[in-house]
């Protein structure tokens, strides 16, 4: 069964710029639109961005839009998360899941509920902000 490792997270500073990356296991990225979720300290799990298994179609929360890309190397297994000026909020640890979809931003929000009441999230990857 298909196993995600979110890593990259690494102490950074407002304006600044954080490239995640997420690693398969046991199975092949290529069929599986993917999705990058964040906790917050004290807050839900929350749909960040996700993309299609194609690669072809990307969404992204009203919170990161703009400031934030998803992309992917299904060459090498891995799906990418980028920003390169991250804002205090957007510190937490971060996650990557297979979407229970397409790579919309509902597949997105349905799949933080699932994996929040049926589990587990894992480890992620911290996204620490200096001050």
């Known amino acids: 069964q298909l196993q995600l490792v979110a890593s990259g997270g690494a102490l950074v500073q407002p304006g600044g710029s954080l490239r995640l990356s997420c690693a398969a296991s046991?199975?092949?990225?290529?069929?599986?639109?993917i999705g990058w979720f964040r906790q917050a300290p004290g807050k839900e799990h929350e749909g960040v961005s996700c993309?299609?298994?194609?690669?072809?179609?990307?969404n992204h929360a009203d919170s990161v839009k703009g400031r934030f890309t998803v992309s992917r190397d299904n060459a090498k297994n891995t799906v990418y998360l980028q920003s390169n000026s991250l804002k205090p909020e957007d510190t937490g640890v971060y996650y990557c899941?297979?979407?229970?979809?397409?790579?919309?931003?509902?597949?997105?929000?349905?799949?933080?509920?699932?994996?929040?009441?049926?589990?587990?999230w894992g480890k992620g990857t911290k996204v620490p902000f200096s001050s």
């Open positions: 899941a297979a979407l229970l979809g397409r790579g919309s931003m509902e597949a997105l929000t349905n799949t933080a509920r699932t994996v929040t009441e049926f589990g587990p």
């Open positions: 046991g199975s092949s990225l290529d069929h599986y639109a």
């Open positions: 993309i299609s298994s194609s690669g072809a179609s990307t």
